[in-house]
């Protein structure tokens, strides 16, 4: 079924996109409302700067200058996004390839590999992805509520919430292009029966017409003889 087909596709380039949308965000974390309130101030940071705005409107952001001074789980999001992205940019490309309603691909059993390639690769980018978001909230969530962490505390960004849908599109995607290929096998077989079943009770019905015309003609001759007689 090519519409499923083209349904995952449209979830699997939406989630990629979201994916996109997230990386380049720098609203992974905020500050707490309640200070935000007091200070008239708040912070957020992403993956790659850190920002800070006021209630005139200003806002700074300051990009994280050197690679070794940044936290290990930051580097390890931004690994995680990146191999996500890169990711679902490959199975798009598959999924083109492998797609019943186009031209390109080969034989409907090398598109049936390829889409399932492209399924397999959008379900990848969909688990970095969520592994990615899941450890950066871990660490907010373990820094906020642990009474002993006296530094500022944060709050779960939006770009948090977008990655996580982005890797739920991918991975719903993912799992209809799989599944799609059970289509495609059945399809061949399935017009091969039927066309065999009608081409033989087809040449029977003709058989059967043509001895019953025999029949026919025969017993018109005996009863024009005996006529005759």
């Known amino acids: 079924m090519f519409w499923a087909q083209i349904l995952a596709l449209v979830f699997g380039v939406g989630g990629v996109g979201a994916l996109i949308t997230a990386t380049v ?3 992974w974390k905020v500050t707490t409302r309640a200070s935000a309130v007091i200070t008239a101030t708040w912070i957020f940071q992403g993956l790659w700067m850190n920002c800070g705005g006021n209630a005139l409107g200003s806002f700074h952001c300051r990009p994280h200058l050197t690679l070794f001074r940044v936290p290990g ?6 690994g995680l996004m990146i191999a996500a992205v890169s ?3 490959f199975a798009s490309i598959f999924a083109l390839f492998g797609m019943k309603c186009t031209k390109v691909g080969g034989s409907d059993k090398a598109k049936a590999k390829i889409a399932c390639l492209a399924g397999i690769t959008f379900i990848l980018s969909g688990l970095c992805s969520m592994t990615g978001c899941s450890l950066y909230a871990n660490k907010i969530t373990t820094e906020f509520f642990d009474p002993l962490y006296v530094e500022q505390k944060y709050e779960l960004g939006a770009a948090l919430f977008i990655g996580w849908a982005g890797a739920s599109l991918c991975i719903i995607g993912g799992i209809i292009f799989c599944f799609s290929i059970s289509d495609n096998s059945q399809t061949p077989r399935m017009a091969y029966a039927y066309n065999g079943a009608t081409s033989v009770l087809s040449s029977r019905t003709k058989y059967q017409s043509r001895e019953g015309d025999f029949k026919n003609t025969t017993s018109s001759k005996q009863f024009d003889k005996n006529a005759y007689v």
Request: net charge neutral.
């Open 25 to 27: 965000s720098n609203e």
């Open 87 to 89: 990711l679902g940019f």
């Open 73 to 78: 789980y930051i580097q390890a999001c931004r």
